[in-house]
Nanobody
Framework: VQLQASGGGLVQTGGSLRLSCAAA????????MGWFRQAPGKEREFVAG????????DYADSVKGRFTISRDNAKNMLYLQMNSLKPEDTAVYYC??????????????????WGQGTQVTVSS
């Protein structure tokens, strides 16, 4: 599976961005997916996860109520809608895929495939 993330950019506090992740490969619809982020000097952290069907999702406490993860299995696409952005959301955002697991995990090591990352910068 190859993943290509896009949609990052520079936005003011309170603004919105929509990240997209295009997947190439036959296992997309059978694999749980996730979004992670890494800020300078910090470890990579879980942001949001979605199960293979798209019915179940979960979020880091820091983004609950502001971010929404979704997927379109027919188009092999994963999305992250980010609203009410804060400066602390500034990071490189990565999409990730498990290798055929049905449910998402919070640990990055459970994900087999990773996109190249897209920079999100929120100015104060």
């Amino acid at each position: 599976v190859q993943l290509q993330a896009s949609g990052g950019g520079l936005v003011q506090t309170g603004g919105s961005l929509r990240l997209s992740c295009a997947a190439a490969g036959r296992t997309f619809s059978s694999s749980a997916m996730g979004w992670f982020r890494q800020a300078p000097g910090k470890e990579r952290e879980f942001v949001a996860g979605i199960n293979r069907s798209g019915i179940r999702t979960d979020y880091a406490d820091s983004v609950k109520g502001r971010f929404t993860i979704s997927r379109d299995n027919a188009k092999n696409m994963l999305y992250l809608q980010m609203n009410s952005l804060k400066p602390e959301d500034t990071a490189v955002y990565y999409c990730a895929s498990t290798n055929g697991l049905s449910n998402y995990y919070y640990q990055s090591e459970m994900y087999r495939y990773w996109g190249q990352g897209t920079q999100v910068t929120v100015s104060s």
